[in-house]
């Protein structure tokens, strides 16, 4: 029983940790502290059951088939297509493609729009503080094309440099592709000015979403990205999972990504036509369990309410940034105003990977290293950092954990 009143809210905590039965489990004799939310989130017993439901009971191939088990898996997985569009108030469950993951559809947008849309002279813009996932296909795609990488600067506290970005859109410009929330420095960005000021010059956006989808609700025909992509891990759902949302008019313009099944409407050996939206992006047999599953997350997210889980998130960071301040030697790396489920930080000299070892010794789960983001571990002049990231079913006492065994690492190590 949680007894800070910033804390409380009329969520059942102990409850809702009953669903998630990896919660229950001892590592090294101690409960298990799960604090590496941003890298993975840990899955309900009814996304564990609707997987294993579909192949227990329906297990079929989709879009192929007149006979009941296709019939039944089919409608499962275009249900799931619609609670997508649902969660993100897409205009169109067409406009929901399913992926392997944010990096799969990044690499889908990022391929497509070089082969049509990207030539020698022209630039791409991405910030300081994106993952890996979301820099290496626009080298890529620019190497391939001729055209340049532009990186947005950032602040010492991790916040983008909006006046700089907005002196880069200039005519060469012809896609800006950018964080949601830092997965390394928690920053939330202002995703609707990046947008707004983009589409005054006729700049199509791509918004990765990883980081953001599971603590912020995302309305995305108010805030108007051309593309969206997010991973379904991410958001309480199976691995090998994710989504791009891409507006209707963007995803006829790019051409297919990938060939094979169900993305054809008709296939001779002189032309092929390409199947309607979403299908012409979901070449071969996909991941129909997992999306089925990503679905029942997202239902179970709506059952406990997102306005419910923000709140609960946002009292959990504050508690948890102001207990972590009182650490001798505590260095946040980034610490921006407007921040969201990421805390991460180096005390005195300690190498992360050494607190990261002695913290799981003591049960307590969390990231370490430079999190796939490398360049931004240049510009802070770190070797990494450990990154504990929070969610709803955390608690007060698993903060007070951490916080306790950061300063028992700490003692060892000094």
Not at 8 to 22: C, E, M, N, S, V
Not at 125 to 138: A, R
Not at 212 to 230: E, G, M, N
Request: hydrophobic share 40%; proline share 4%; with cysteine.
């Amino acid at each position: 029983m949680e007894h800070i009143a910033n804390i409380t809210t009329g969520l059942d905590i102990a409850q809702i940790r009953k669903d998630f039965p990896i919660l229950q489990q001892q590592v090294h004799g101690k409960p298990l502290v799960y604090f590496d939310n941003g890298a993975t989130t840990q899955k309900p017993q009814v996304v564990i059951d609707a997987e294993a439901r579909y192949y227990e009971e329906y297990n079929s191939n989709v879009h192929r088939g007149v006979h009941h088990l296709s019939q039944v898996a089919t409608d499962a997985y275009e249900k799931a297509r619609h609670i997508v569009a649902g969660y993100i108030n897409a205009a169109h469950s067409h406009e929901i493609i399913f992926t392997k993951g944010t990096t799969d559809g990044i690499n889908l947008v990022a391929n497509t729009m070089s082969r049509r849309f990207l030539k020698a002279g022209d630039s791409v813009i991405i910030s300081s503080m994106e993952h890996h996932s979301n820099i290496v296909p626009w080298q890529i795609a620019c190497e391939e094309a001729g055209a340049t990488l532009k990186v947005i600067p950032i602040t010492e506290k991790g916040e983008l440099r909006m006046d700089v970005y907005e002196s880069m859109l200039d005519d060469t410009v012809k896609m800006v592709a950018v964080t949601y929330v830092s997965n390394t420095l928690g920053t939330v960005n202002p995703v609707q000015d990046i947008i707004a000021l983009a589409h005054a010059r006729n700049i199509p956006v791509l918004i990765d979403a990883a980081q953001a989808i599971q603590h912020i609700s995302i309305d995305v025909q108010a805030l108007q990205p051309d593309f969206l992509v997010f991973s379904g891990h991410k958001i309480y759902g199976p691995t090998g999972t994710g989504v791009l949302y891409g507006t209707t008019e963007w995803l006829n313009k790019l051409p297919p990504y990938q060939g094979g099944g169900d993305m054809i409407k008709t296939v001779t050996f002189a032309k092929t036509i390409y199947n309607e939206l979403p299908y012409k992006f979901e070449a071969g047999t996909p991941n129909i369990a997992g999306s089925i599953a990503l679905g029942t997350a997202i239902e179970y997210l709506q059952q406990i309410g997102l306005p419910e889980i923000q709140q609960r998130e946002e009292a959990l960071m504050a508690y948890a940034m102001q207990e972590l301040r009182k650490i001798d030697g505590i260095r946040f790396i980034g610490d921006a105003q407007n921040r969201s489920g990421v805390i991460s930080f180096l005390v005195h000299n300690i190498h992360p990977f050494d607190m990261g070892e002695l913290l799981d010794q003591q049960g307590i789960a969390v990231r370490t290293g430079h999190h796939c983001t490398e360049p931004l571990m240049d510009l802070f002049q770190v070797p990494g950092t450990v990154r504990a990231s929070l969610t709803f079913y955390n608690t007060k006492e698993e903060i007070d954990k951490l916080v306790a065994g950061v300063k028992r690492a700490a003692s060892m190590l000094l």
